[in-house]
Nanobody
Framework: QVQLVESGGGLVQAGGSLRVSCAAS????????MGWFRQAPGKDRDFVAG????????NYADSVKGRFTISRDNAKNTVYLQMNSLKPEDTAVYYC?????????????????WGQGTQVTVSS
């Protein structure tokens, strides 16, 4: 079992920055590839970014490429999502997810564990 707890969400103006974190506890964090997803009201939960077990490889949704950065610190059992140049359309609940595999997945059904989510609101 892995428990995931997100933090760092909040309200920010368009063009601003925010960093959300996801702290993991339970089994060895480095066994898991990690992903960030987001869900806006009335919409599906969509892939945002993924990072492999070691942190050497990352991938992003086209909508956030060049603005968001995913990273992890396996010594601290934490994965981060740095969000820059935020837009109102980035407003959503952001979730981190873990899967016991080397690489991330784009489909949320391929993840084994989820956090409770953290709200990010970008005002125009």
């Amino acid at each position: 079992q892995v428990q995931l707890v997100e933090s760092g969400g909040g309200l920010v103006q368009a063009g601003g920055s925010l960093r959300v974190s996801c702290a993991a506890s339970g089994r060895t964090f480095s066994r898991y590839a990690m992903g960030w997803f987001r869900q806006a009201p009335g919409k599906d939960r969509d892939f945002v970014a993924g990072i492999n077990r070691s942190g050497s490889t990352t991938n992003y949704a086209d909508s956030v490429k060049g603005r968001f950065t995913i990273s992890r610190d396996n010594a601290k059992n934490t994965v981060y999502l740095q969000m820059n140049s935020l837009k109102p359309e980035d407003t959503a609940v952001y979730y981190c997810a873990a899967r016991e595999s080397y690489y991330w997945a784009y489909d949320r059904r391929d993840y084994d564990y989820w956090g409770q989510g953290t709200q990010v609101t970008v005002s125009s």
